[in-house]
Each structure stands twice: as structure tokens, then as C-alpha cells.
């Protein structure tokens, strides 16, 4: 299973485009890269999904380099609402055990 | 939007005690998962089922824990002899994965079932 590295924790004000990367240097070429969003006390939940290139979603972009070594999560002009604990997912074939690791605690201040 | 739905939402029970957690999985999706977590720690993976067997366990998943899907609905986790450590949320899974081989699944997750041992 290929590993994933994020910052522990960001800050970041209202109305910033907020930018978080994960590195998966031994990521597998079969392996999508998925990031959930968790609010505490609630299950995570589903962000957005890529493999190469750039993804867009109505809630986030996912910018994937060439080498796939790193993808960097994109929330357009963040809200307070989007405070919560990102998590970077990178699935094995087959996706029967998705790892998730510590996070990233973002935190949006008025 | 559909949605996985668990029940109870809060489980005390005592010591030694066999608590039995219960999940409605989007109704369409075939894989279905538990998860734990323990109070400001990760989202440990548990358990994988698929076709009415299990797919995948992790470590933690030990002779205590079984799964069932006794209907055509329910998913359970059953804890036969609960320890102080199995105090955690307990979160159910259902994924868009099909039966062959997916890398791009997408899990939806239910809102947890926080249980306290006593």
C-alpha cells in the first residue's frame, strides 16, 4: 500500500483558496488518489477522485503531476464550514483496505 | 442523496457485554466495510464483506468481532465480549466498487455508532 504524507494542520481565513498536498512517492500505477473530508463526530465523507492530470469538481479540484508522486487538493475560497480534518487516500488494486493516515486539520478563521 | 444509515448512534454498555452495531448500506452497492475510531486518533480499517463473506480484516478484527448480513438490508458488526479499548465511533461503509477488480472506488460512509465500555 503506498503511503501518504500531508501537513498536520493549516490555517487558513475565509474566502482564501485553500491548497493542501499529500506525497505518495511509492504510489502504484494502478492506484486512484481520493480525498475525504471529515467533520468531528460524523463518518468521512467523499471529496474528489483522480489519477493523472487535473480533476474538477462542484467542491474541489485535485491537481496530479506527471510522476504522480504528490497530488495537491484545491478549496476555492474557503468558509468556516470547511474546517475539518482532510484525509489523502491513495487505493491498492482492489481497494479492499483504503488506509487512511493522520489527516490535515484545516482551520478557517473569520 | 442516499445514504448509509447506522444505528444506534450512542451504545453504552458494560464490560464483557455483547454489543451488536447495525448499518443500512446504500442499497445498490455490493462491498461493505467497518471502520473504527478511537477519540482523536486515525480511522482504522476493520473489516471488507463481499457476497455474504468476508474480504478483507485488519489486525484489530480478532475472534471477538464477526459480520453479518442476516437480510437483504442490514449489515451488523457484532462485538462478543466488549473490552474497555473497543470504546470508539464505529463507522459502517458501502462502496461503488464492483465485483471486478477497482482501484476508483468511492466509499459512503454512515454517521457512526460512538460506543462507550464501562
Known amino acids: 500500500l503506498a503511503k501518504t504524507t500531508q501537513p498536520i494542520s493549516m490555517d487558513s481565513y475565509e474566502g482564501q483558496e485553500v491548497n493542501i498536498t499529500c506525497s505518495h512517492n511509492?504510489?502504484?500505477?494502478?492506484?486512484?488518489i481520493t480525498w475525504y473530508q471529515q467533520f468531528p463526530s460524523q463518518g468521512p465523507r467523499f471529496i474528489i477522485q483522480?489519477?493523472?492530470t487535473k480533476v474538477t469538481n462542484e467542491v474541489a479540484s485535485l491537481f496530479i503531476p506527471a510522476d504522480r508522486k504528490s497530488s495537491t487538493l484545491s478549496l476555492p475560497r474557503v468558509s468556516l464550514s470547511d474546517t475539518a480534518v482532510y484525509y489523502c487516500?491513495?487505493?491498492?488494486?482492489?481497494?479492499?483496505?483504503?488506509?487512511f493516515g493522520a489527516g490535515t486539520i484545516l482551520r478557517v478563521k473569520s | 442523496e442516499p445514504e448509509v444509515t447506522q444505528t444506534p448512534s450512542h451504545q453504552v454498555t458494560q464490560m464483557g457485554q455483547e454489543v451488536i452495531l447495525r448499518c443500512v448500506p446504500i442499497s445498490n452497492h455490493l462491498y461493505f466495510y467497518w471502520y473504527r475510531q478511537i477519540l482523536g486518533q486515525k480511522v482504522e480499517f476493520l473489516v471488507s464483506f463481499y457476497n455474504n463473506e468476508i474480504s478483507e480484516k485488519s489486525e484489530i478484527f480478532d475472534d471477538q468481532f464477526s459480520v453479518e448480513r442476516p437480510d437483504g438490508s442490514n449489515f451488523t458488526l457484532k462485538i462478543r465480549s466488549t473490552k474497555l479499548e473497543d470504546s470508539a465511533m464505529y463507522f459502517c461503509a458501502s462502496s461503488t466498487r464492483t465485483a471486478s477488480l477497482s482501484t476508483n472506488e468511492k466509499l459512503f460512509f454512515g454517521s457512526g455508532t460512538q460506543l462507550s465500555v464501562l
Open positions: 487516500l491513495v487505493g491498492a488494486p482492489g481497494g479492499n483496505k483504503l488506509v
Open positions: 483522480g489519477y493523472k
Open positions: 511509492n504510489i502504484a500505477t494502478n492506484d486512484y
